[in-house]
């Protein structure tokens, strides 16, 4: 296969589970921009996903907050935002109230917001940088520009709180599980397969030449809509179902593998 557009997810996919990169996938993807553009598909923000962008050298348009941005670090401008319907995000956050040990975050814009930052102290992380507090969510939801809203929830919780959310958005939104903890609302067409449809349409590059890696439910989309979807070996089952090829462990450099594999083309590189 020819990749002219290679699209990689961050966090369990090309990012250790310590949030650091290995020196072969570093190499993997800088030497795989010498025959392809590549972008970066992550449920992070603008913010969040910088450090990431600058730390792999990616020069092509970044699709952030599952699908709901598309920035280009380079021109530093936004391609494509979608936002989530701010009523509907009222709703989603009320559900704490029902639901107390669930604990909302909302993405607005380039900023993220939580009602206690201590509850985050070890999510920090993964969730974004630049936590801001703020007494009512609803409140700031109401003020537009939402781009999604995360809930943080115990692992053994999060499919009882995707059929939750899913019952109350009614189709009005995308639920998906982008992590083991968390569960997002994101608007619909924020979708990183959408995304990837729209950057790949952007830079002319047809669907049979795009590749995609990724390893949660949220990459899903994306998984089936290039013409060559990877799953990692640490990928959901979701995932893995989707995919034509099954890379190895993140903790294995599988990402690396993979851009080898079918980049590259050399498995000893």
């Known amino acids: 296969m020819n990749v002219q557009l290679l699209a990689l997810d961050l966090d369990g996919t090309t990012v250790n589970h310590d949030a ?7 190499r993997a993807v800088r030497l795989a921009q010498q025959r392809a553009r590549v972008t970066i598909a992550t449920g992070r923000n603008v913010p969040s996903a910088r450090p990431f962008v600058e730390g792999l050298g990616v020069s092509e348009p970044v699709i952030c ?4 941005v598309i920035y280009d670090f380079a021109a530093q401008r936004t391609l494509r935002r979608v936002t989530l319907n701010h009523d509907l995000a009222c709703e989603a956050i009320a559900v704490v109230e029902r639901f107390p040990n669930w604990l909302p975050v909302v993405y607005r814009g380039d900023d993220i917001y939580v009602a206690d930052l201590k509850l985050f102290e070890t999510l920090h992380h993964l ?6 507090v ?8 109401s003020e537009g520009e939402v781009i999604k809203v995360l809930f943080a929830v115990p692992p053994d919780e999060a499919l009882s709180t995707l059929e939750v959310l899913r019952s109350l958005v009614k189709g009005e939104a995308i639920v998906v599980r982008s992590h083991e903890r968390f569960v997002e609302v994101n608007p619909i067409g924020a979708d990183k397969g959408s995304a990837l449809a729209w950057l790949a349409n952007y830079l002319q590059v047809p669907r049979k030449y795009v590749m995609a890696v990724g390893d949660q439910n949220n990459d899903v989309t994306m998984i089936t809509w290039a013409g060559l979807g990877i799953a990692m070996g640490n ?13 190895p462990n993140v903790d294995e450099d599988g990402a690396a593998v993979a851009i080898e594999r079918f980049v590259l083309q050399s498995s000893n590189l």
């Open 235 to 247: 990928a959901s089952e979701e995932a893995k179902a989707v995919a034509d090829w099954i890379a």
């Open 134 to 141: 703020t007494d009512d969510l609803c409140q700031l939801a």
């Open 65 to 68: 907050c599952q699908g709901g």
């Open 127 to 132: 969730v974004g940088f630049g936590l801001q």
């Open 20 to 26: 650091t990169i290995s020196p072969r996938v570093r």
